[in-house]
């Protein structure tokens, strides 16, 4: 059985949580006895609960505390699991001389006399007394407030609710919030160990239950003073919390060796692909290229670096490093041509308006050199662009139409076939709205998804939070797809400052993009859905590793807790 816990820590490292699984372990079995071993010798639990109210009295008579109600006695239903021999099952209240509320005031950090402490001020188990604010109180209130080593905070509401402090080593007059519950042990109850309690499973699983409240959760002091707490003799606590803090530090070092080994496998991937992506010509572009494939399946054992690769790849697509050119390819420089035709015949159907040339490119602008074939342009180039409106909600007639409404929420990485709203015939002539062609390439410019790309499977028009464009002959409308999936970080750079992110559709059509002959473009779309796929599968054996690794360290974990 020796070291037993230290093998299992080993045998689950692969397992993504298993650190935090191993820590739950421990204080799972230190709570169940199973920790460190019994002493006979020991003074049993039972009187130490005595001594506990022997000095409760004592502190009543002293005008020290109030004398409180009797805690509802502890029915055989609700205890979890049996206890080892000299211990006893007990109410937080019965081992704790008082639990109480925090002080209500405002923090003013330009006053230092008396620091208020908040559950902000908390953070990792630790405490900078020196950021910690001041606040207002007479010295008389502030009296039943001040706080001493050994008190444990808890916090009482919001995403933070439970977590718990234990003050040590204070050098400060400080009070604590009204958002925090103090709880004073006896002196008869080693802190350490109620500290842990307030750190595992056992304890977590009865705060939840008891907490309140539907939109900020909350726990009060009287469901503090009920949760039920496992008590052994006062050597024994000791023995567990020394034991406890062996392994807890056998932890954190198994925490800074996988964190290291996370961000050394992140950084070779990241510089794996840099050198991909930046590789002068093709001998040193294979070269990167082997690296990768030969270490492929340790650089992408995690979710980030597949990440990475998605975007590298669509990089590597617009560099034209993806797939071989072809010199029988009719070049770009004919295709702009061709597109110059047809802006100029539908100018005189009277399709669309004549424009002002946009800016020409200037060679500063050029990030990197093309191949030969493809040519630098603006997104201007590739279609008819238009961005849509929403027509007025106070107007019935407006909508419930049979024409699709796309709104920017809805234009995700993917087809778009149907909308949640439609407009009427009406709206479309009253509101400038356009209907968009099937396959055109849909961009949102608002919000939280600014950025977000899709293709358009049914005729629809957009609300004016989404940018359509309807592509031109000889411009694959895929291609534009993805060629728009690789500038969502741009888009969303662009996009940020204000209240709301946005881009426009004058800064979407002036973005200079490479644009490769049309053949080529079919080949890009064809090697970036397989490549795609290949990152799917990927994905797909990230998740069932991650799962297998779980269930392993789940069967490690109950075998070692039932040897144990």
């Known amino acids: 059985m020796k070291n037993l816990l230290e093998k299992h820590f080993d045998a689950a490292f692969d397992a993504p949580n298993c650190i935090q699984k191993l820590r739950e372990m421990i204080l799972t079995l230190a709570m169940q006895g199973k920790l460190v071993p019994q002493d006979p010798n020991d003074q049993p639990a039972s009187e130490l609960l005595e001594e506990i109210e022997g000095e409760k009295q004592r502190l009543v008579r002293e005008g020290k505390i109030k004398k409180t109600k009797p805690l509802p006695k502890i029915k055989t239903e609700e205890l979890p699991y ?17 639990i109480h509320y925090g002080y209500t005031a405002s923090a003013n950090h330009d006053l230092k006399t008396i620091r208020l402490l908040r559950i902000t001020d908390i953070q990792e188990n630790k405490v900078d007394w020196d950021s910690v604010p001041g606040c207002d109180i007479k010295e008389k209130v502030a009296a039943q407030y001040l706080l001493s080593n050994d008190d444990i905070l808890i916090a009482r509401t919001g995403g933070t609710v439970g977590k718990s402090y234990l003050v040590k080593d204070i050098d400060t007059k400080a009070v604590f919030a009204s958002y925090l519950i103090r709880i004073i042990p006896s002196t008869h109850i080693h802190v350490e160990y109620l500290k842990y309690f307030a750190e595992g499973p056992l304890y977590w699983r009865q705060l939840y239950e008891k907490c309140s409240g539907t939109g900020q959760p909350n726990v009060n002091g009287t469901s503090l003073n009920t949760l039920l707490l496992p008590l052994p003799p006062l050597p024994e606590q000791r023995r567990i919390v020394a034991r406890i803090d062996q392994l807890m530090v056998r932890c954190d070092e198994l925490e800074k060796l996988r964190a290291e080994q996370g961000k050394k496998r992140i950084k070779t991937h990241t510089s794996a692909l840099s050198r991909l992506l930046s590789a002068p010509n093709k001998k040193d572009f294979d070269l990167s290229w082997q690296f990768i494939t030969r270490y492929f399946s340790d650089l992408y054992s995690v979710m980030e670096n597949v990440a990475e690769l998605r975007k590298a790849i669509l990089q590597l697509a617009m560099q034209g490093k993806l797939v071989p050119q072809d010199p029988n390819d009719q070049p770009a420089s004919e295709l702009l041509e061709e597109i110059e035709a047809e802006k100029q015949r539908l100018v005189r159907e009277g399709k669309i308006k004549k424009s002002k040339p946009l800016p020409e490119i200037k060679s500063e602008e050029i990030p990197y050199e093309l ?30 139409g049979g024409i699709p409404w796309v709104k920017s929420g809805e234009v995700k990485v993917g087809k778009i076939s149907r909308t949640e709203e439609s407009i009427t015939e009406q709206a479309l002539k009253k509101c400038s709205l356009d209907i968009n062609r099937v396959g055109s390439v849909l961009v949102a410019m608002y919000g939280a998804n600014i950025g977000d790309v899709g293709i358009l499977e049914i005729e629809a028009t957009t609300n004016q939070a989404v940018c359509a464009c309807n592509p031109f002959h000889g411009i694959e409308n895929r291609f534009l797809f993805k060629l728009l999936v690789s500038l969502k970080p741009k888009f969303v750079f662009q996009g940020a400052g204000a209240a709301q992110p946005n881009i426009s559709r004058v800064k979407i059509v002036h973005t200079i993009v490479p644009l490769p002959p049309l053949p080529e473009q079919h080949r890009i779309v064809a090697r970036i859905d397989q490549l795609m796929a290949r990152c799917d599968e990927l994905e797909k054996q990230i998740e069932a590793s991650s799962e297998k690794q779980n269930a392993i360290l789940e069967s490690v974990l109950n075998f070692g807790t039932a040897l144990i």
Request: proline fraction near 6%; charge should be positive.
């Open 371 to 400: 191949p030969q074939g493809w040519a630098w342009v603006r997104l201007n180039d590739f279609g008819i662009w238009k961005s849509g409106s929403t027509p007025s909600r106070s107007n019935s007639l407006y909508y419930g």
């Open 82 to 98: 049996d206890l080892p021999k000299g211990w006893e099952w007990v109410r937080l209240g019965d081992v704790s001389t008082r």
